[in-house]
């Protein structure tokens, strides 16, 4: 097996894994490559509790549709998450147990009617009761019948089927590729026709949104370790008892080895109160955690307001959609205004006291500082931990080098000198992309054996030495008049 010490002039020329650790450091430097963001939706319309991929707005509306009546807000907010930039966005519908798909019977054409054929719309929610249904002959073969089916007046589908078999219906309808909405169900044969009906509605559809609670969003975050993303957001809930759980959620999993960023935000109310910056600050004392960022106000998009909770979508897409050795400090947005502008000395207090901003300079609207809602920092932790960006480096670090180890190293590789020689030389490497890519300093890193430590035969201790870089935040000036 290839191992050993190599230079970027001394290249090793044996087989090895130095690729593996290559690829890594190549993913984490480009912008948007490690940009996975989960969160908890509400809809009247998706799968309920499964998780969906979202790379794009059409996705969306497909999934989920655009309505956000009575309580729904998956479209603007997984929207806000991909225009911060997330390369991904992990959708998971929220529902309270009451959740029903509409549906309706059909008869067939008996002397006493029979119901034979059950229409379900395909996912629980109040979407379901816009559909309408139209059964008739159809126009071209006597022999056929067609369904139609209707969201309020738009037409959604014709299915063609046979017209004297209920099973045939139902397997037409369930066969058809561009049937995306109902489900149908043989409950009889009957006398094998089905009777012609027009425009007759599903009903009883309920999005299963009105009983959602604390213990629904707890559910859903023990579902969520079983992903793999970078930032979570709250979809716009501001309410500090789920906050709390978050934080303690978000604390534990870290310390388990997931480095996980939860973005959390406040209410509206309190985003534009008197004591709009206690507020704001008074929740980064509470989170005081490398791993939460806090958003203190929110912003203005065409017509609509959105509040610092309902922003930690953009927020969090901002944050992973950047690459490794960029920052959200200064990063422009696209929004028109915030909802409250901070004075000058408000915004110290907010850089001050873990407070994620965005600000308006009189020209645009851009983030404050990349700072998360770490205040009191503890022992062996320095300013550095405070920044989003040195959070992001050594999360990131930390899941390549634990990923590749655990698919080309552990239970692979003999724990020889050679062996150990290969897995120094890999992660080197590793660090000098990052190095290159000015992620870390490129004097000074190094990976070698722990000699603190007197390892079991099975066991390797590494001990690793680099120097983040950071990106200029504040330039110091001074003009002498001669």
């Given amino acids: 097996m290839a191992g050993g010490t190599w230079s970027s002039t001394d290249k090793p020329v044996l087989p090895g894994f130095y690729m593996a650790f290559r690829a890594a450091a190549s993913a984490a ?31 969306i509306a497909e999934v ?103 099973q045939a219906a139902a397997a037409e309808i369930n066969g058809d590729s561009g049937n995306e909405w109902i489900v149908a169900t043989k409950v009889a044969e009957g006398n094998g026709i089905l009777t012609n009906v027009s425009g007759i509605s599903l009903a009883g559809g309920d999005s299963g949104i009105a009983g959602i609670v604390n213990a629904n969003y707890a559910a859903a975050l023990t579902d969520f370790e079983t992903q793999e993303f970078n930032v979570l957001y709250l979809d716009g809930v501001s309410d500090p008892a789920l906050q709390a759980s978050v934080v303690s959620w978000t604390n534990r999993i870290r310390e388990e080895g997931k480095g996980v960023i939860a973005v959390l935000g406040g209410s509206s109310t309190d985003d534009v109160a008197s004591d709009a910056v206690s507020k704001a600050t008074l929740r980064s004392t509470i989170f005081n955690s ?48 915030v909802t409250r502008r901070w004075s000058r000395s408000e ?35 320095t300013n550095s931990w405070k920044k989003i960006r040195t959070i992001r480096v050594m999360d990131s670090i930390n899941s390549d080098l634990q990923r590749t180890a655990e698919d080309f190293y552990i239970g692979k590789v003999n724990n020889s000198e050679e062996g150990r020689l290969a897995l120094i030389g890999a992660c080197k490497q590793y660090l000098q992309s990052l190095a290159q890519a000015g992620i870390i300093e490129t004097e000074g890193y190094d990976v070698y054996s722990d000699p603190d430590f007197t390892p079991e035969p099975d066991q390797v201790f590494l001990k690793w030495e680099a120097r983040l870089t950071d990106v200029m935040e504040q330039i110091f000036s001074t003009f002498i008049v001669r």
Wanted: charge should be positive; glycine fraction near 12%; hydrophobic fraction near 40%.
């Fill in 29 to 59: 430097i480009q912008s948007g490559s490690r940009g996975v963001v989960i969160a908890p939706v509400h809809s009247h319309w998706g799968p309920v509790k499964q998780f969906v991929e979202i790379t794009r707005e059409a996705d």
């Fill in 347 to 381: 915004q110290e207090q907010a850089a001050r006291n873990g407070v994620f901003l965005l600000i308006h300079d009189g020209r645009q609207v851009k983030a404050l500082r990349g700072i998360n809602s770490l205040v009191a920092l503890p022992e062996g932790k």
């Fill in 64 to 166: 989920f549709t655009r309505s956000e009546a009575s309580g729904a807000n998956a479209y603007s907010t997984l929207k806000l998450a991909l225009l911060g930039g997330a390369r991904k966005v992990i959708a998971y519908r929220l529902a309270d147990g009451n959740e029903k798909a509409a549906t309706i019977t059909l008869s067939d054409t008996g002397t006493t009617p029979v119901n034979v054929l059950k229409l379900d719309a395909k996912y629980p929610g109040a979407r379901g009761n816009a559909f309408k249904v139209t059964v008739q002959v159809n126009p071209v073969d006597a022999g056929k019948k067609d369904l139609k089916l209707f969201e309020g007046t738009t037409l959604l589908r014709t299915i063609t089927f046979t017209g004297a078999s209920i």
């Fill in 290 to 337: 490398e791993g939460i960022v806090n958003v203190g106000t929110g912003a203005k998009l065409g017509d609509i307001s959105y509040s610092s909770a309902q922003l930690t979508a953009y927020v969090a897409g901002l944050i992973a959609g950047q690459g490794l050795n960029e920052s959200t400090t200064y990063a422009p947005s696209p929004f028109e205004d």
